[in-house]
Structure formats: C-alpha cells, structure tokens
C-alpha cells in the first residue's frame, strides 16, 4: 500500500495551520482501492496533526450512526457510535468541533472503546466533516497528541481546514455518492468497492479480490466480457492501485485503428520508415515506459504484430517500424477482449503462445443481467447523481418505482455502458423525477437474451449447437432488427462504436 503515499503529500509546512491540506485530488477521481486510499490519508492526517492515532467517521443514515471507515484499530474490525454517543457521536449531532484536553474529566468521552481495545485516550480532538449543504456526513478525529501535551485552537483551526478539503475529495468518490443512496434506500447497506466500481454481489466481489492482489505485482492481466461491461475501468483499477500508478496509463483501441496502423501506434516508426515518416515517432509502449498499456479489443490484433507483443512479454523489448536498434521498455500490460480467444487460437487467428503469455492472471467481467437487481439499482442511482452533477441540474431526479420496474426487466444488451447512458437521457429530459416514458428503451424491454460471448459453444432453440461467432452474429442481427435498420441505435444498444458495428456487418456481407 505504500504507492499511495506518494498521491498524499503536504502542501505547505506543518507548522503553517492555515495551509496544512492534503493533496488527494489526484487520487478521488481515479479507480483506486477506496479504504486503502483513506486508511493512507487518515496516517497522514494523524501525522499532520502530531497525533498518535485517527479516525474517520462517516454517518450511517438508516441506523443512525456513526461507523469508523477508516481508523488505527489493530484491536478491534469497526466502531460503532449512536449519534449523539461520545466525542464523535456530539460532533455529529451539533456540527461543533470538540476539543477534550483530559478526557477522563469530560463527561462526553466514552470509555467503553477503550475498555474494547486496551487503548488509553489522553487528549482528543474532532470535527465535522459536511457536504456542498453544510450537513455534517462525518467526523475527523484525533488522539493523544504526541509528547504528553493537549490539541490547542490552532491545532483546531489546522484539522478543520484538513477536513474542509477531505470533505470535498471524498465527495468525488463513489463512496459518497452510496452514502446518499443508502439514506434513500436503507435495505441496501454501504458496502466495499474501488471508486467509481459499484457492485455488491458475488461475482464482483470475487473480482475485487482478485484485483486487489493483482495489482500489488507486475503480472500480465487479461480481462474478458462482453462489450459495456468495463473493461477499460478494471484495466485502470489495476494500474492505480499498483507500484506504476504515478507513471503513464495508455490504452490503445485495437478495433477502432486499421490492422496497418496498429504496428505504429504500439511500436512507433524511425525517420523514412513510409511515405510521410519524416521524423522519428515513439509507439504506445515508449510512452507509457514505467506506467501500463492497456490493449483494448487484443483480438483484433493482426498476427504479425502479436508475434511483436509476445516479444514485449517476454524480453520487454521491440524495435520500431522500420528500425533495428532494440528499444527497451519496462511497462506492465493488462490487455481486454470480447471475443473467445482460445477458439480463435484453434481457427489460427491468434498465436498460442502469445494466448498462454497474456492470461496469467484472467478475470471474467459479469454482464449487468448477471450481476442482480441490486446491483443494477445501485449503478443505475449513482449514474443519476453523476449526471445530475454532469448537467448541473437543480436537484437530484427520484427514480420513479415503475422506472426502476421497467430497468429491471430489460436485458441490457450493452451492459453498464447502455445503463449510463440510459440514465443520463433519462435526467436531462425528466421533471424532478424518472418515469418509465423517460427511458430511451425499445417498447419490448425484455429483448431475448444475447448468448453468453465468453461460451465456447451454445444450444440454440432447435437443439443445433452453435459455433461462438454464428452466435454473435444472429444476436447483432436480430438487434439491428428491432432498431429498424437504424445502425446507430443498434450500436448503442449493443454497446459498441458505430465504426464496430459496421466492420461486423461488413463480414456478413451487409455493407453501408
């Protein structure tokens, strides 16, 4: 966890009250590990503040407590306080800083904490952490200043100015926007997530897991779905909560470059290498030196240039178009597909061993119809709070029960992609709330379910079994059936690029 620190630095002088915030902006807007990224800040804030320990508090609306998400607990997993109960429990009741010189003569101190984790507080210090409204959402909190002596009123006025700029990134994240939602929405408590991934069921808390370790090492990472389901925002997820996260992220589109360019764009070209090369240009793998290359859509990738990539896996080193000095790269490489790259390995399409390099560590990204109902509903109201921002609408539309009805039973061919955009229509063109007429969806919403892209083979409904890519293609065609020829909205609902789209048509024989 210690690449963290580095996005967490001082911006002023400790001894300077006035200006000792965090730098954290750089981090809020990212896919970062979110208690990782606030147990870091809470070290840092401890420090700042000379502090022996720190807490941070947010509020649980529907039970109407405290919860420590983010503290020095080595003793004990969580605490919880009534508001009202306790230092933190007053802060959040009055919106009051509260500074205890001597806690064992404050009747506000609650002792049972201590009695939980064997731990003795001295001196405490807390204040209010509030939102765009000025309602409290939080408490900051320290204790025990170092060397014995007591929090002082500028030592007050520094952790209220920390926690006005804490309030403000962590408003950026996902995990305010869930905040909000579960004070719509008490039967779906807060859960765990990186920013800007929202999802509790199962299969993507087994991802969670799985980034989480991949990312700690240098390990290739193949990411497999269908199209929308956020590949690019796993892909980043693994960078930024990893050793290369201050160093470049460059992802390089396969499907959307000719399969003559994409040897250019990764490797780059010498001066004179073709007609225009006038100047010597770095590739992809250059650029990125020290950071991560994400390949988006690896089997597109023309046979001739995989033979180049695997040489990058194994050697870390290529020359450019049209050159022979060797260029050395140290780049990590987390590649994404929709298509079965193993079938393509048995039609010769994709080299094996290339397969076999580019998959040590695969995860499988569940389509949205897979991941539950919660899930959707979760996605789709943050998707609401970040369009309303997006737009600057007045107020956060209501998501109408008959329109979260009417998102539940479509099959989201596009995935989260088609939801976002989805939702964000829906806010633009809505009164204050979101009714099922404000949905951009086809009158039929439950279209028949696309075959499972990541499936070798499947039954169709007279009993025959279908080769992967016959699947692929009835569904595309059957969706553009339903746009009405139109190739835009059937792009759209698959959740794919026009240009995709068109190639696709283009091998069945149906050009523009």
Same mark, same amino acid.
């Given at each position: 966890?210690d690449?963290f620190?580095?996005?967490?630095?001082?911006?002023?002088?400790?001894?300077?009250?006035?200006? !000792?915030?965090?730098?954290?902006?750089?981090?809020?807007?990212?896919?970062?590990?979110?208690?990782?990224?606030?147990h870091?800040?809470?070290?840092?804030?401890?420090?700042?503040m000379?502090?022996?320990?720190?807490?941070?508090?947010?509020? %649980?609306?529907?039970?109407?407590?405290?919860?420590?998400?983010?503290?020095h607990?080595?003793?004990?997993k969580?605490?919880?306080?009534k508001?009202?109960?306790? !230092?933190?429990?007053? *802060?959040?009741?009055?919106?009051?800083?509260?500074?205890?010189?001597?806690?064992r %003569?404050?009747?506000?101190?609650?002792?049972?904490?201590?009695?939980? @984790?064997?731990?003795?507080?001295t001196?405490?210090?807390? !204040?209010?952490l509030?939102?765009?409204?000025?309602?409290?959402?939080g408490?900051?909190?320290?204790?025990?200043?170092?060397?014995?002596?007591?929090?002082?009123?500028?030592?007050?006025?520094?952790?209220?100015?920390?926690?006005?700029?804490?309030?403000? #990134?962590?408003?950026?994240?996902?995990?305010?926007?869930?905040?909000?939602? #579960?004070?719509?929405?008490?039967? $779906?408590p !807060?859960?765990?997530?990186?920013?800007?991934?929202?999802?509790?069921?199962?299969?993507?808390?087994?991802?969670?897991?799985v980034?989480?370790?991949?990312?700690?090492?240098?390990?290739?990472?193949?990411? &497999?779905?269908?199209?929308?389901?956020?590949?690019?925002?796993?892909a980043?997820?693994?960078?930024?909560?990893s050793? &290369?996260?201050?160093?470049?992220?460059?992802?390089?589109?396969?499907?959307?470059?000719?399969?003559?360019?994409?040897?250019?764009?990764?490797?780059?070209?010498?001066?004179? #290498?073709f007609?225009?090369?006038?100047?010597?240009?770095?590739?992809?793998?250059?650029?990125?030196?020290?950071g @991560?290359v994400?390949?988006?859509?690896?089997?597109?990738?023309?046979?001739?240039? $995989?033979?180049?990539?695997?040489?990058?896996?194994?050697?870390?080193?290529?020359?450019?178009?049209?050159?022979?000095q060797?260029?050395q790269? %140290?780049?990590?490489? *987390?590649?994404?597909?929709?298509?079965?790259?193993?079938?393509?390995?048995?039609?010769?399409?994709?080299?094996?061993?290339?397969?076999?390099r580019?998959?040590?560590?695969e995860?499988?990204?569940?389509?949205?119809? %897979?991941?539950?109902?919660?899930?959707?509903?979760?996605?789709?109201?943050?998707?609401?709070?970040?369009?309303?921002?997006?737009?600057?609408?007045?107020?956060?539309?209501?998501?109408? @029960?008959?329109?979260?009805?009417?998102?539940k #039973?479509?099959?989201?061919?596009?995935?989260?992609?088609?939801?976002?955009?989805?939702?964000?229509s829906?806010v633009?063109?809505?009164?204050?709330e979101?009714?099922?007429?404000?949905?951009?969806?086809p009158?039929?919403?439950?279209?028949?379910?696309?075959a499972?892209?990541?499936?070798?083979?499947?039954?169709a409904?007279?009993?025959?079994v279908?080769?992967?890519?016959?699947?692929?293609?009835?569904?595309?065609?059957?969706?553009?059936?339903?746009?009405q020829?139109n190739?835009? $909205?059937?792009?759209?609902?698959?959740?794919?690029?026009?240009n @995709?789209?068109?190639?696709?048509?283009?091998?069945?024989?149906?050009?523009e």
């Amino acid at each position: 966890m210690d690449s963290f620190l580095a996005g967490l630095t001082m911006t002023a002088k400790p001894d300077d009250p006035s200006s !000792v915030l965090l730098s954290v902006g750089g981090l809020v807007g990212q896919e970062v590990n979110l208690d990782a990224f606030l147990h870091q800040l809470v070290d840092r804030i401890a420090a700042s503040m000379q502090a022996d320990r720190g807490t941070l508090y947010l509020i %649980d609306y529907p039970r109407g407590e405290l919860f420590s998400r983010a503290a020095h607990l080595p003793e004990i997993k969580q605490i919880r306080l009534k508001i009202g109960q306790g !230092v933190a429990g007053a *802060v959040a009741a009055n919106g009051a800083p509260v500074n205890i010189p001597s806690a064992r %003569d404050e009747s506000r101190f609650n002792p049972d904490i201590d009695k939980m @984790t064997g731990y003795r507080t001295t001196s405490l210090l807390a !204040v209010p952490l509030r939102d765009g409204a000025g309602e409290v959402f939080g408490v900051l909190q320290v204790l025990n200043r170092l060397g014995g002596g007591r929090f002082d009123a500028e030592d007050e006025q520094r952790l209220s100015a920390i926690a006005a700029q804490v309030s403000q #990134a962590l408003q950026a994240t996902s995990l305010y926007t869930e905040l909000k939602r #579960a004070r719509a929405r008490p039967e $779906q408590p !807060v859960g765990y997530f990186f920013n800007k991934v929202i999802g509790e069921s199962a299969p993507m808390k087994a991802i969670y897991k799985v980034v989480q370790k991949a990312a700690q090492t240098d390990a290739t990472v193949l990411l &497999r779905g269908e199209s929308g389901t956020g590949k690019e925002l796993f892909a980043r997820a693994v960078h930024v909560n990893s050793r &290369r996260r201050d160093k470049p992220f460059v992802k390089v589109d396969c499907a959307a470059l000719p399969g003559s360019l994409i040897e250019n764009e990764l490797f780059g070209h010498e001066r004179g #290498a073709f007609t225009g090369a006038e100047q010597r240009q770095m590739g992809k793998f250059e650029v990125a030196n020290g950071g @991560t290359v994400f390949i988006d859509e690896l089997g597109e990738l023309p046979l001739p240039v $995989q033979g180049k990539l695997l040489r990058v896996l194994q050697d870390r080193e290529f020359e450019r178009v049209g050159g022979t000095q060797t260029v050395q790269v %140290d780049v990590r490489i *987390v590649a994404a597909t929709h298509r079965d790259l193993a079938q393509m390995v048995r039609e010769g399409k994709f080299r094996e061993d290339l397969y076999y390099r580019i998959k040590v560590v695969e995860l499988v990204l569940p389509a949205l119809r %897979d991941r539950g109902p919660e899930d959707l509903e979760r996605i789709a109201r943050h998707f609401i709070a970040t369009a309303t921002k997006k737009h600057h609408v007045e107020r956060e539309p209501k998501l109408s @029960t008959a329109a979260l009805d009417r998102l539940k #039973a479509y099959h989201w061919p596009g995935n989260v992609r088609e939801l976002e955009n989805c939702i964000e229509s829906a806010v633009v063109l809505c009164d204050g709330e979101i009714l099922p007429e404000h949905l951009p969806l086809p009158e039929t919403s439950r279209l028949p379910p696309p075959a499972p892209e990541l499936a070798m083979k499947v039954a169709a409904p007279t009993g025959e079994v279908l080769e992967l890519a016959e699947v692929e293609r009835r569904h595309i065609l059957s969706v553009l059936e339903r746009a009405q020829g139109n190739r835009t $909205q059937a792009a759209k609902l698959l959740g794919i690029g026009r240009n @995709t789209l068109g190639r696709k048509l283009k091998e069945y024989g149906l050009a523009e």
